[in-house]
């Protein structure tokens, strides 16, 4: 697909995948969701998203089955530049990101840390924000329900520690059949079978 920034005169929806309304909003809704069960007031001010809890965010909603053509596979990165973690990692996701911000709908910042590492972040730009404005209720209400304890329809909880334990959780405040860990962290083992193969110009090179 041929990505061309739009100048937002003429904004066309489906010029963006049902996944890439989906990711976009789930950022929208990232940068405004804290606990309490309430929004930010970011009418003035656009909210970053880390890189880390986004592509977390990304796995769990694939494991509920929210995106049609994401997949994950286990992938080794580093934590501000000290630590190294195997994560499930969506490639796909990943080239989303880029395919939006090639739109001109995100943004990106990378940032230094004290401990000489570094932080990537996302927001979404004023093109995106109109977007956001026309994406189907569907896909909204997809990501919305996510978000909330599918027993008490309470707001989920999410807790990420990236310390020498680190582990990212899921709760309900209200109740504790929502209370889980997510498997982001973890490898998943996958059976395959494998088998020789050898290319016939070999074959025929050592005939000569």
């Not at 694939?62 to 995106?67: E, L, Q, R």
Request: aromatic share 14%; net charge negative; glycine share 4%.
């Amino acid at each position: 697909m041929t990505l061309e920034p739009s100048t937002g005169d003429n904004l066309d929806i489906s010029r963006l995948t049902r996944d890439q309304q989906t990711l976009l909003y789930t950022m929208n809704y990232l940068t405004k969701w804290v606990k309490g069960d309430h929004y930010l007031e970011t009418s003035n001010e656009k909210v970053w998203v880390k890189e880390l809890p986004l592509w977390a965010v990304m796995y769990y909603q694939i494991v509920k089955g929210t995106y049609e053509s994401y997949d994950y596979a286990p992938t080794s990165i580093q934590f501000f530049g000290r630590s190294s973690f195997t994560v499930n990692l969506s490639y796909e996701g990943i080239d989303d990101i880029e395919d939006l911000r090639e739109l001109d709908i995100l943004e990106k910042i990378r940032l230094s840390t004290s401990q000489h590492g570094f932080v990537t972040a996302y927001r979404i730009t004023d093109l995106g924000f109109k977007y956001l404005n026309i994406i189907p209720q569907d896909v909204q209400d997809e990501v919305h329900k996510l978000f909330y304890c599918e027993h008490c329809k309470t707001h989920l909880d999410f807790f990420m520690n990236m310390g020498d334990e680190p582990e990212i959780k899921i709760d309900c405040p209200e109740c504790d059949v929502s209370d889980f860990e997510l498997d982001f962290l973890e490898s998943e083992d996958v059976s395959y079978i494998s088998k020789p193969y050898f290319l016939r110009i070999a074959d025929k090179l050592v005939k000569k």
